[in-house]
T-cell receptor, first 116, second 112 residues
Framework: EAGVAQSPRYKIIEKRQSVAFWCNPISGHATLYWYQQILGQGPKLLIQFQNNGVVDDSQLPKDRFSAERLKGVDSTLKIQPAKLEDSAVYLC??????????????FGAGTRLSVL | AQSVTQPDIHITVSEGASLELRCNYSYGATPYLFWYVQSPGQGLQLLLKYFSGDTLVQGIKGFEAEFKRSQSSFNLRKPSVHWSDAAEYFCAVGLNDYKLSFGAGTTVTVRA
């Protein structure tokens, strides 16, 4: 079974530029998550999708971040314009929980973003 | 508010020695508890999980964790570490809305 795919693996941009990340979840997983992991910290949830609808985006800085999940499969996360503090690893995860107790999230390798 | 605390930022252990990583949580009810491991440049891999029942949980790679309700803890242990166990370890709490709340992580260094 293929895992969660993310691209690119690395991205270096200058501040005020825009950037986009792509995620392909495990086949059949209805729930998709984007996390931001700043160096030295645990992952922080940015947005959660259920199929192609947003369940929770309370932690997403909506003035600069946007995300979509067209057709309930692939997802893209965009930052425009980027700030220095956006330097982090962006992780995508997916799950297919029949119940909350069985919500095992599977993570991709992440995209490491450096904003100069 | 729910929170997860991993008191140890960095632990160094000799190869073959035992390892224990601490995790404490603050949550109104019995949460669903997870330990994930992240090797350099990799995503997070699930080591083990606790939902209910037996409070001693076995995971992959020889790890186990014990849930102690009275101490609000879910500590991770391994009897004998291998050099390949060098990584960052995250404790996480699963919330009722399918979200995970992570601790800040503990970095494990294994010396020969």
């Amino acid at each position: 079974e293929a895992g969660v795919a993310q691209s690119p693996r690395y991205k270096i941009i200058e501040k005020r530029q825009s950037v986009a990340f792509w995620c392909n979840p495990i086949s059949g997983h209805a729930t998709l998550y984007w996390y931001q992991q700043i160096l030295g910290q645990g992952p922080k949830l940015l947005i959660q999708f259920q199929n192609n609808g947003v369940v929770d985006d309370s932690q997403l800085p909506k003035d600069r971040f946007s995300a979509e999940r067209l057709k309930g499969v692939d997802s893209t996360l965009k930052i425009q314009p980027a700030k220095l503090e956006d330097s982090a690893v962006y992780l995508c995860a997916s799950s297919s929980p029949p119940t909350v107790a069985k919500n095992i999230q599977y993570f991709g390798a992440g995209t490491r973003l450096s904003v100069l | 508010a729910q929170s997860v605390t991993q008191p140890d930022i960095h632990i160094t252990v000799s190869e073959g020695a035992s390892l224990e990583l601490r995790c404490n949580y603050s949550y109104g009810a019995t949460p669903y508890l997870f330990w994930y491991v992240q090797s350099p440049g990799q995503g997070l891999q699930l080591l083990l999980k606790y939902f209910s029942g037996d409070t001693l949980v076995q995971g992959i790679k020889g790890f186990e964790a014990e849930f102690k309700r009275s101490q609000s803890s879910f500590n991770l242990r391994k009897p004998s570490v291998h050099w390949s166990d060098a990584a960052e370890y995250f404790c996480a709490v699963g919330l009722n809305d399918y979200k995970l709340s992570f601790g800040a992580g503990t970095t494990v260094t294994v010396r020969a």
